[in-house]
T-cell receptor, first 109, second 114 residues
Framework: GQNIDQPTEMTATEGAIVQINCTYQ??????LFWYQQHAGEAPTFLSY??LDGLEEKGRFSSFLSRSKGYSYLLLKELQMKDSASYLC??????????WGAGTKLIIKP | NAGVTQTPKFRVLKTGQSMTLLCAQD?????MYWYRQDPGMGLRLIHY???????AKGEVPDGYNVSRLKKQNFLLGLESAAPSQTSVYFC?????????????FGEGSRLTVL
């Protein structure tokens, strides 16, 4: 079967750096997405990786290794507003999106 | 700049009742989707549409019907609601096909079936 694994919950300190991992086992691969979802709100797009390597967007970076079925989202200079769930999703060989259950990130002062 | 708008935001139904969720987008996107989100699970695709007048089944289509009579609107219907359909429903749209681009989500509709 197809599977996306990410930690259920993580805690980090304001101003620090946190890395949220995502491992996947899917039938084929056509890209990996990261979305941010604040409690009670809609998911919003953060990044899309289809080639190996690191993509940087301001304080957020996303890394992909297709051979390892692995990605991570790196958040730097954490702010209280970064408290949210982070969703990993993979587009499979049929271009269907397989979603992880999300990682709830708690930021402490 | 409305983006994707869902109505209603909240609804409580009794088992066996029917209802329709409306999704409207003003971005002229061809592709629209209905997802459900349940605690501890990833988003699951219910139905989707690749253009006006077309619909297709997703991962969990049973108990739901959809229609896309106008490009900007995508309706999700529950014919006979069941407690297992208690969930948060998200509509989304995209400009690129085949999940190769960003999804724009509505704010969600929280449905409780008693």
């Amino acid at each position: 079967g197809q599977n996306i694994d990410q930690p259920t919950e993580m805690t980090a300190t304001e101003g620090a750096i946190v890395q949220i991992n995502c491992t996947y086992q899917t039938s084929g691969f056509n890209g990996l997405f990261w979305y941010q979802q604040h409690a009670g709100e809609a998911p919003t797009f953060l990044s899309y990786n289809v080639l190996d390597g690191l993509e940087e967007k301001g304080r957020f970076s996303s890394f992909l290794s297709r051979s390892k079925g692995y990605s991570y989202l790196l958040l730097k200079e954490l702010q209280m507003k970064d408290s949210a769930s982070y969703l990993c999703a993979v587009s499979d060989s049929n271009y269907q999106l397989i979603w992880g259950a999300g990682t709830k990130l708690i930021i402490k002062p | 700049n409305a983006g994707v708008t869902q109505t209603p935001k909240f609804r409580v139904l009794k088992t066996g009742q029917s209802m329709t969720l409306l999704c409207a987008q003003d971005m002229n996107h061809e592709y629209m989707y209905w997802y459900r989100q349940d605690p501890g699970m990833g988003l699951r695709l219910i139905h989707y549409s690749v253009g006006e007048g077309t619909t297709a089944k997703g991962e969990v289509p049973d108990g739901y019907n959809v229609s896309r009579l106008k490009k900007q609107n995508f309706l999700l219907g529950l014919e006979s609601a069941a407690p297992s359909q208690t969930s948060v429903y998200f509509c989304a749209s995209s400009v690129l096909r085949d999940h190769t681009g960003e999804l724009f989500f509505g704010e969600g509709s929280r449905l409780t079936v008693l």
